[in-house]
Nanobody, 122 residues
């Protein structure tokens, strides 16, 4: 069983920064790509960023390119999402998830965390 626990969400003003963290409890952490996804009220869940198992390959949604950075520390079994220049439209619940299929798309992920709320005020 894989457990993923997100932290670091909160309320921030437009233009501010937040760093989300995801702690994984699995012995095979480095074998899998990991992703950050988000779901805004009334909208579908979307992939925000994704990182390969060795950290060498990353993907970003167009809406966050240049503002968000995904990273991982396999020794600590952690995944991070550094979010800069935050906008009100970034407001959502952010989820950490493990990817087990080619992607990244919403169906590529099998295990999900509980999510952490990010609210950006204008």
């Amino acid at each position: 069983q894989v457990q993923l626990v997100e932290s670091g969400g909160g309320l921030v003003q437009s233009g501010g920064s937040l760093t989300l963290s995801c702690a994984a409890s699995t012995h095979t952490f480095s074998m899998y790509a990991m992703g950050w996804l988000r779901q805004a009220p009334g909208k579908e869940r979307d992939v925000v960023a994704d990182i390969s198992g060795n950290g060498e390959n990353t993907y970003y949604a167009d809406s966050v390119k240049g503002r968000f950075t995904i990273s991982r520390d396999n020794a600590k079994k952690m995944v991070y999402l550094q979010m800069n220049s935050l906008k009100p439209e970034d407001t959502a619940v952010y989820y950490c998830a493990r990817r087990t299929k080619a992607g990244p798309n919403i169906d590529s992920y099998d295990y999900w965390g509980q999510g952490t709320q990010v609210t950006v005020s204008s």
